[in-house]
């Protein structure tokens, strides 16, 4: 079994800083597990519309759109 996306943003967190990492999940309580384990990663709840994503993906690091 490989990585969930939870797992791939923390290991892209620790080994490639640079990179910037946007999560969405359908399930409310993801937020709250993203914001825990991944801080430095936005989170977009489903179902989301494409302005939805590009406010995230434009949001400064870690702020919340």
Known sequence: ????????AQWIGRNKPEVAVVL?????QREDLTAQACPDSGFVPKPYTPHTVLEQIRAPSGAAA
């Open 1 to 8: 079994a490989g990585m969930n996306g939870f797992e791939l």
């Open 24 to 28: 969405t999940s359908a399930r409310a």
